[in-house]
Nanobody, 121 residues
Framework: QVQLVESGGGSVQPGGSLRLSCAAS????????MGWYRQAPGKERELVAS???????NYADSVKGRFTISRDNAANTVYLQMNSLKPEDTAVYYC???????????????WGQGTQVTVSS
């Protein structure tokens, strides 16, 4: 079992910045990918950014150049630095840990409880 604890959400004006943090604990072995998803009211959950165990990153087109995902392996923590925030970034942001246990052919996805990000003037 993996537990994810998120922090850093809040309310900012357009153009502002926030940094989200997600700390993982428990059975953290074989976590291949960690990432951030978001879900706005009435919208489907979408991938914002992800980072693999090898350090490869992916970003949604809508956040490229504004958001940066990073990982502190020693602290088992993933961060999402969000700059130049726009109202359309308003959503609940969820941390995700993707765990592949190849010896068992098992795949697990763990989710944080979500943190609200609100961007408004």
């Amino acid at each position: 079992q993996v537990q994810l604890v998120e922090s850093g959400g809040g309310s900012v004006q357009p153009g502002g910045s926030l940094r989200l943090s997600c700390a993982a604990s428990g059975r953290i072995i074989s976590i291949n990918v960690m990432g951030w998803y978001r879900q706005a009211p009435g919208k489907e959950r979408e991938l914002v950014a992800s980072i693999t165990s090898g350090g490869s990153t992916n970003y949604a087109d809508s956040v490229k150049g504004r958001f940066t995902i990073s990982r502190d392996n020693a602290a088992n923590t993933v961060y999402l630095q969000m700059n130049s925030l726009k109202p359309e970034d308003t959503a609940v942001y969820y941390c995700n840990a993707h765990q592949v246990v190849s010896s068992r052919g098992a795949v697990y996805d763990y989710w944080g409880q979500g943190t609200q990000v609100t961007v408004s003037s």
